[in-house]
Structure formats: structure tokens, C-alpha cells
């Protein structure tokens, strides 16, 4: 009923009734997946989502990681209006020629007309530079380690839940250094807090470099990502940190007398990640039953489901809320679904479809065994480990050891699928071939030239995904293009 | 020189160059006290403040207290999207007569013209009511129980840092329920979770009760209220808790089947308190020093300032940072300030600006006699026990203690304050006289008949902040007209 609502209403997606297999249909069967789970509604604000409670917890458990890692690295957050005035947005050249074609913009207010058109922020470089002008005098002011979480529209006109939508939540920090040496090392110091996020809280591999020139961030003079691989071979850009030189710092006026009593533009970088890796890792991890969560982030660890029996339902439900409070007492997000009017089996699939990493299942054996049964995520039914038993007297321990085992189980798969889609190649037509068939990550020595890249992508439509520089010395030439090789550079088709 | 930039920029306030005496104009004293303790900044976006890392900080602690409440008492938190399509926020009169003439309109999107305007959000009551309406089927499906986290758009002209912005940051909540009884209990929940956040978090004294009808939110049923009163004698509305009927489950067709196989339209609710609450702690703790934060609030709950002797340079510092240390890990916010290029003097004037509520002072004299000397920003200079020393080897007690003394000495002071400016009156020209002289809360049997109301208020500038109900069968006049009362009733001028 739901269902065929959200279709007559707003008609953005065909019929979710049925999670289909995905390896038929992975873009349906993400779409569902993430409906059927209730991360997102869709809304009748076109290219908006609703980002419902399951799904916010996600976000916030992602948000916490980050923060405390941003905060570890000596950033503080601050917030800046969300309105900016048009002939702000025109001083940066190259960015306003990025960013105009999707801002939505404000042209009344109340009702009042406006005289000047605010644009809604599509990302806040400008704004901030502004502010970064006033408070930036002396080297003594100097480095700016600031982030903001806000929102964010870009007028877009497709929608795919956390992967595009016109308004969404993210991060964006930015700051201001007295040097490019201090800029460049904050670029790669936060590219690294990401991957970090990416591998060990998201259970999602990455590979890391730079966007080569067409790929940039407008108004960059260099941008860093990392780029996640997609079952259906196509990548995924999870995060970016930009070197912003000095042009946005000229554009805005952030200049500073240094020590040596010069007046000198600051060197700024830029760098974010928003609910776009939560679409990377639903759709990487997930299987045909639903989501697989990695612990680090799961809104609920543990679940656990009584089994009843008659005669036995107060020991057992006396064990389930003995079990549900050790384990939130030991810090464990856990759910005990004490639900009347469901079965087993039809939590068994719910908590499944959620992505929960571990069920506890307490029936009248249990209680008598002083043990319960636990069942694992992240391996398939029936596989070696799948289902254990744990001692309550040892519950904890248990616990958290198995978590701890998903957490690097759901890694190690990702990992695999990873190493098995990413190539190395030295002819042309291999790899022209490979790029065609949409196989994963091809890597080849690459010119760099921008000719050459918009040839593939016209070929192939493949994009260099990012790119490292090669090792000094080393002289080879691009596959491509037979010209001189600058890089390695990986290519891929992209989300 | 930043000071008059913020000027001729912007134009926005008279010139920031010191902070003049709190009794003298208290208005100046807020803002100039708000913007040197960096917590805000003027932008060139008329209305919006930028929320500098200190003061982003304040919020951030904020809004973790709130947010633990409202999880312990069943909420989650939840996203909706920042635009609303006209033609939805017109289906509720009273809202859209409410909201209407403060609204900011999107009507471009990238280079297309849009066929319909896009409202910014004011308050998401209507956005959420149309998804409540998709996801709420069955009795089974009630409470819905969720908080946003947001910003929201309200257009003005006057800016007042956090009390009066036109884009602002703030929580509101929105809970679906099926029956009256249900939703006016969640109503007097939250209320209850607002006015202990005053109290415990922000050391703010309110007084708590309904509004009336010409003060209520538009679309609801009941609007309560906490009140605070601030040094003017003018009240400071703190935060909301509206009971809004079935207005905007008819609205937005938030229907359910409830156990009896009827189909019935939900009781919603919805609750905000926003950075406002802020602009109201810093105006009524502060002094001619700066500001004054709750250690619960504090961002930084003690400030260690070395005092530097010739020759025992190495042991200050070293018992400095051992002292960083030990309270960092007894989980004291602490803020080592050992920079060289100021002298303690003027460390003491920008903690104390800033609102510090501990500094620790380390000179040779404590490395010597293991003490350090404590000194309390509750207290005023020389008051008794605004300075005392601390024996290192209780560290962690003692400042715990101090910690928790200032906490409550703030609490202590601005309960006084209230107390002694919140008049029960029961003559007519009394009334009206402390109302002229802004004196504070005036408490009268009230008739709660609008005419009258509006009568008080175009002699007085002052309106009902909020009320109570007689107690049953107590027969009183109303001070004012003298018709039968309904009500006791708090008066004052407000913010």
C-alpha cells in the first residue's frame, strides 16, 4: 500500500514490492534495499529525500567518527549562513563556472522582492573565504582548521537516494595556512582521515589520488579522492580534498602580515565527504536478503529475538532482558524485539533486511544450556562460522568479538572483490576492452593530457578516476596514447 | 581594525571597541560581549551570523544535553528535506497566515524557471505531516517519536545575534500519537525536558505554562512556553512545546486504523528550542568582564594559565601540563594557555572575556607547595571564595567540586534575580504601572479574553508570556478588567 503510494505520488521509481536479486538488477535492487529498510522516503520536493530515523542513526554514527578524527587533528566546527549573494558567488571565476548551472536561487523574501539574488550554498568556499578575510590579519591567526556539517543544494533533476539527490548532508572543512607546504600537508592529512573512515568504519576499500585537470573541484588547483569500487564495476567518488593555492584567498581577500612583516595571501584547502558513503557502502556490502552493516555504524549491533515456547516465555524473555542490559551496559548498540505480533521467522528477515550484523536467538534451551545462539551477517546461511553459540557467562566477550569479526569479515570481502576488479595493463586494446566491459578499475601509465583522456571517455565512457604520480625516473609511455606516461591513473566508469 | 571593518562592511551595529558596562546599555553590552568573545561574526548575508568555532562549540554542548534526552525519553533524530512546494504549506490556513509573510522563495533552479515556488523552510511541520501521513497505517505504527536537527529560514530585517536571525540553528521535534491524551502527555514531556535543560544545563531559571491565544503557533491547539527573564526585566521566550490536535494530521491526511478498526486522524506535536537560548544564558550570566558559561555549557571548563618566574620556567610548565593532562582524563574540558606572546594579565582578561568559568593559575610558588590557586568566574574579584588554592594531589575532586559550585552559584544568582522581579499583583493601576516600568514578571488573575489582552498590550508594550489555570473552584477577577478570571498569568515585555 505504501508501496503504490510513493509510486502514484510521486512517480520517481518503479513498484518496490520485492527486493530483486542483485546481481539482475543492482539499481533496483539498491533502491528497494534502502526503501524496504526505511533508510529514505522519497518526498514531493523533487530530488529531496527524507532521511528517516534507521537512516539518520546511520549518518550519526558515521558523523561521530569523523568528528572525533577531525576534532583528534585539531579542527573545531562553525557554521555559515546558507544564503549567498550573487556577486559574492562571481568573484572565483572558475568556480562560479562550475556551480551556477545548479544553484537554486532565492529571489524573494517574504513579500519583498529581492534586489540582489541569493544563491541557496551549493558548497561554501565563497562565503567562507569572505569571513576568513576578517578574522585572517597575522601569521599569529594562522592555521584556520575549521569544519561545518550543513546541507547543501545542487539542482539536479535525477534522484538516487544518498548518491544524488538536489539538497544533501554532508560535511565540508575548510582552512587557511601560511604556507603551501602547511595547505598541501592538511590535503593529505584529511585524504588520509578518509580513507581511514572509509576502511575501518565503513569496511570499504578505497583506492587513493589526484583528480587529473577535468576531474577538479572549480576553483582547485589540486583535488584529491578516494574512489570505492561498485559491484557492477563502477566507481564510487566517496571523498574529496581540495588544494585551493591561493585562489580563493586572492578572490576573497584572506591575507596576512607574516613574520618576516610581508603582506601575503593564505594558501586554503577544502575537503568533504557526505551521505554519499553510506550509499557506497549499502550498496557494496549488501546481499539479496538486504543490507550488512558494518558494526562500527550500525544504528543496532545486536538484536535479539526470543523464541518462544509454552511454558518457558518468562525465562526466556527474563534471559532477554538480562542479555539486552549486559550488553548496552557494555556499550553494545542493542534491540531486544519482544514484539507480540510477529514470529521469529518474520524478524529473522526484518533485522536481516535492516543489515543488523548479529542476532541473538534465546529459546527454552537456551535458557537451560546457560548459552545462546548467534548468527552472523556478514556470512551467507549455512556458511562455516555463520552460527555459533556463546556462553552467557562469557556474553561480552562474546560479543564484541564477533563484531569485531564482521567488522573485518565484511572487509575482507570487499577487499577480495577489489583485488579481483582492479587491473594492470600495457596494450591499448585491452584496455579500451576492459573499459568497455565496465570491469573495475583499470590502471595504466597515462599521459595525463587532456586529449587523451577525453578520447577514452568518449571510447569507453570511462573517466580517470584518480591518479598517482609516477615513481622519478621512470619513463613510460602511455597506454592510451603511446605519449609520454606522467602518471599512473586509474579509469573506471563512475557513479 | 576587524571591529570597524565589521562596521563599514556591514553596517549592522555601532562600533564594537570595548565592551560598555552591562547596567549602562545592555544591548550594547550583549552584542559587543557576543562578538569580542568570538562567538559570532556579522556576514555580508543581511540577517545571518556566522557561528564562530567558540560559539559553535557552546551549541554543540547544548545540543548534546538536549539530545540525550530526547533519546532517553524514545525520540530519533531524522532528516526532511529544506524546500516545500507551495501549494503543500497552503493546506494548512492557520499556518500559512502564520508563516506566510516570513518566508524566503526559491523560485530558480540552475537556468530553469520554476512552475511552482519553493518555500524555505520556516518550521517543517508541513513537509513532515505529508510523510507522516505515508508512514503512519495502523495504531501499531504509533507513537512516531523524532527529532531534526536543523536550520530554518525566517525572514528579517533586524539581526541580534541569536535571538533574532533570519536563518537560525535549532531542533525541532514532530511526534504523531493516537489519542489526546497521548500527544498532550508528549507536550508536557518536552516541556518538562526544556525547562530542566534551563535550569540544570544553562543555569536559567523559567517559569513554565500556556500561552495564549493571540501568542500561540499558528496551526496549533496549545502552545506552552518556558520563560525566561532577563537583566531589562523583559522576557525571553526559551523554547516551545505545541499541541497541535488533529489540525495537521486533516491537513496532511495523517490517518490510522486504530484497534477498534476505525479509521482515526493522528494528535501531532511539535517542540523547538533553538541557539536563541544561547543569546539568553550570555545575557543574563554575563558581567562587565565578558561572559559567564555553565561549566555543563562551557567549552572549555577551566583555562590553565602558567605564570612564568625566571629559572623555574621547565617546573611551571611541567606541572602545567601534568595538570592538562590529569583533567583531561578525569574528562575536564581544559585549555592549556601557555602561549608566549601574552602576558598572564592578559590571558586572565580574555578567559574571563570569553567566560572561562575556572582558571587555574601555576606559578613557582605552587610547583613549591603542590597547590595551585583556583579562581572562579562566578564570583566577583576579592568575594569570598572567588579565589582559593587547590592541594594538586585532589586535583580531580577539587576542581569537580569548584565545577560544580559554579554551576550552581550561576544557577543561584539569576533565580534570584528572578525571584526578586516577578510581582503578584492585585490592583489594576499596580499592574499597569510595573509593566510600564519593565520590572519583570507581573502575575495576575486573567480573564484570557483577547480584547483585553490587547488592551494591556497597547498600554504597556507588554504581552502574556504565559499562564496557568485557576485552581478549581478558586473564583478571582481578572486585574486588569475585572471579568470573571480564567487563568494566572505571567506578563512582561518580551524579546
Not at 565540508?172 to 598541501?184: D, N, P, Q, V
Not at 583485488?419 to 568497455?436: K, P
Request: proline share 5%.
Amino acid at each position: 500500500m505504501a508501496e503504490e503510494r510513493a509510486v502514484q505520488e510521486y512517480g520517481e521509481e518503479t513498484l518496490v514490492k520485492e527486493i530483486p536479486p542483485k546481481a539482475a538488477d543492482l539499481s533496483k535492487w539498491y533502491t528497494a534495499a534502502c526503501w524496504k529498510a526505511e533508510l529514505f522516503d522519497y518526498t514531493p520536493v523533487r530530488g529531496s529525500i527524507a532521511l528517516r530515523p534507521y537512516g539518520y542513526a546511520l549518518w550519526e554514527n558515521l558523523q561521530r567518527q569523523l568528528d572525533d578524527r577531525f576534532k583528534a587533528t585539531g579542527h573545531m566546527n562553525a557554521y555559515f549562513p546558507l544564503f549567498i549573494p550573487e556577486s559574492l558567488l562571481m568573484r572565483e571565476a572558475d568556480h562560479v563556472e562550475g556551480f551556477a548551472p545548479e544553484v537554486a536561487w532565492v529571489t524573494q523574501g517574504g513579500s519583498e522582492k529581492l534586489t540582489e539574488r541569493l544563491a541557496v550554498r551549493p558548497t561554501s568556499e565563497v562565503i567562507i573565504g569572505v569571513m576568513y578575510a576578517r578574522w585572517v590579519k597575522s601569521y599569529r591567526d594562522l592555521p584556520v582548521l575549521i569544519n561545518c556539517w550543513n546541507n547543501v543544494v545542487r539542482w539536479e533533476k535525477a534522484t538516487r537516494p544518498f548518491l544524488r539527490t538536489m539538497e544533501f548532508l554532508w560535511q565540508e572543512g575548510h582552512t587557511a595556512h601560511a604556507s603551501h607546504e602547511e595547505s598541501a600537508a592538511e590535503v593529505a592529512r584529511m585524504l588520509e582521515v578518509y580513507r581511514e573512515v572509509a576502511e575501518d568504519v565503513c569496511a570499504l576499500p578505497v583506492v587513493t589520488g589526484e583528480k587529473s585537470a577535468s576531474e577538479r573541484f572549480a576553483g582547485a588547483l589540486h583535488t584529491h579522492s578516494i574512489e570505492a569500487l561498485m559491484p557492477d564495476g563502477k566507481a564510487l567518488q566517496a571523498a574529496t580534498s581540495h588544494d585551493l593555492g591561493q585562489n580563493f584567498a586572492r578572490a576573497y581577500g584572506i591575507e596576512f602580515v607574516d613574520k618576516d612583516q610581508q603582506t601575503k595571501h593564505a594558501w586554503t584547502t577544502s575537503w568533504g565527504l557526505s551521505w554519499r558513503m553510506l550509499g557506497g557502502l549499502i550498496m557494496m556490502h549488501g546481499d539479496d536478503r538486504g543490507l550488512r552493516l558494518p558494526p562500527v555504524l550500525a544504528p543496532y549491533q545486536v538484536v535479539i529475538v526470543p523464541i518462544p515456547k509454552k511454558g518457558s516465555e518468562e525465562a526466556i524473555a527474563a534471559l532477554a532482558r538480562q542479555v539486552r542490559e549486559r550488553l548496552a551496559k557494555a556499550g553494545v548498540r542493542v534491540r531486544l524485539d519482544d514484539r507480540d505480533e510477529h514470529k521469529p521467522g518474520w524478524k529473522f528477515s526484518e533485522w536481516e533486511l535492516r543489515g543488523v550484523p548479529l542476532r541473538l536467538e534465546i529459546g527454552a534451551r537456551d535458557v537451560e544450556s546457560g548459552r545462546v545462539t548467534a548468527v552472523r551477517r556478514d556470512l551467507g546461511k549455512g556458511e562455516d562460522g555463520a552460527k555459533t553459540e556463546l556462553a552467557v557467562a562469557q556474553l561480552e566477550l562474546g560479543v564484541h568479538a564477533l563484531l569485531d569479526a564482521i567488522q573485518q569479515g565484511l572487509h575482507a570481502q570487499a577487499r577480495a572483490f577489489l583485488d579481483a576488479h582492479r587491473f594492470d595493463v600495457s596494450s591499448r586494446e585491452e584496455f579500451f576492452d576492459l573499459l568497455r566491459r565496465q570491469v573495475g578499475f583499470v590502471r595504466i601509465p597515462f599521459c595525463d593530457d587532456p586529449a587523451c583522456e577525453a578520447e577514452i571517455k568518449s571510447e569507453t565512457s570511462a573517466t580517470t578516476r584518480n591518479q598517482v604520480p609516477l615513481a622519478q625516473g621512470e619513463a613510460l609511455t602511455c597506454v592510451a596514447c603511446g605519449g609520454p606516461a606522467q602518471t599512473l591513473a586509474y579509469f573506471a566508469r563512475s557513479y
